[in-house]
């Protein structure tokens, strides 16, 4: 089965308007060719109406980088007394497509639980909006050979109760948390094995069909030099880019490796 390839960047916090502004004029022309690869950009809030102006005309889709949601009657509240927080729809109403849910950053900073992505994946569908589930490993579970085990709980936990029908429709960021900004990517052959793993998951709560529709990508230190590589492996559907993505001849490398695959 081919998967169309997908390549986020994840801005975290970084970018003032101008400078999402001036990013997404550089990538717009560096991209414009690059037909075969769905490409997103995932700024902060606060640069995400910037963004979006900038992103007018072309492909490039918008995503953001969490969003809140409770549960108010049974329904998602989409407004109402929650200090500091965004909701599903408001995001819609921002033009965002994508959002970034469990990145390890917000599990480590800000106590994000498996629950809790399930809960915004849901929201994120209550709204016709798209998560981009994030799962990953310490370099501690890692050494202790808990990787599989690990992802296997986040991806179950992420996921529970979502029907296919929806999942099909979900990325997952497969990203080890010791090559996240630390310059030490997993080898391609790491990253496949744990890729092959969580389709495996999937499969085994869904079924085939579904686990080889989801796009898996690889996150953690992916750069030109070495994406192609990555990229080349069978279960590797796209990147979840980092520092990479803040640079748009980077970036665009990136991409393009995506769209060689
Ligand atoms: P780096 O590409 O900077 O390692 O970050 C990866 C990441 O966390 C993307 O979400």
């Known amino acids: 089965m081919s998967r169309r390839p997908f390549v986020a960047g994840n801005w975290k916090m970084n970018m003032l308007r101008a400078d999402a502004e001036k990013l997404v004029g550089e990538l717009k022309p560096l991209l414009a060719g690059t037909d075969s690869v769905d490409v997103a950009v995932c700024p902060v809030y606060t640069a995400l109406a910037a963004a979006a102006g900038a992103l007018a005309g072309s492909k490039i889709m ?6 809140h949601t409770v549960e108010s009657d ?3 509240a989409q407004s109402g007394a929650y200090t500091g927080e965004i909701s599903a729809e408001m995001l819609k109403d921002a033009c965002v497509a994508w959002v970034i849910l469990g990145h390890s950053e917000r599990r480590q900073y800000f106590g994000e639980t498996d629950a809790g ?3 915004k994946a849901k929201a994120c569908f209550a709204q016709g ?3 981009i589930v994030c799962v990953g490993e ?6 202790l050979e808990q990787t599989n085990a690990v992802v296997e709980v986040q991806t179950r936990g992420c996921f529970a109760g979502i029907p296919a029908a929806q ?5 997952i960021a497969y ?3 010791w090559a996240i900004g630390t310059g030490r990517t997993a080898t391609p052959q790491q990253a496949q094995d744990v890729h ?6 999937l499969a085994s709560i869904y079924d085939e069909a579904t686990a080889n529709a989801v796009r898996i990508q690889y996150g953690g230190s992916m750069k030109p030099g070495n994406a192609a590589e990555l990229l080349a492996q069978p279960d590797i559907d796209g990147g979840l880019i980092g520092g990479a993505a803040l640079k748009a001849a980077d970036f665009a490398a990136i991409v393009n490796a995506a769209a060689k695959r």
Do not use: M, Y
């Open 129 to 131: 909006l798209l998560p």
């Open 138 to 143: 310490t370099l501690a579970e890692r050494d």
């Open 167 to 171: 999942a099909k429709d979900c990325v």
């Open 175 to 177: 990203e080890p948390v």
């Open 74 to 76: 049974g329904a998602f």
């Open 62 to 67: 918008l995503g953001a980088q969490n969003l």
């Open 196 to 201: 092959a793993h969580i389709r495996g998951v």
């Open 117 to 119: 992505v399930n809960a």
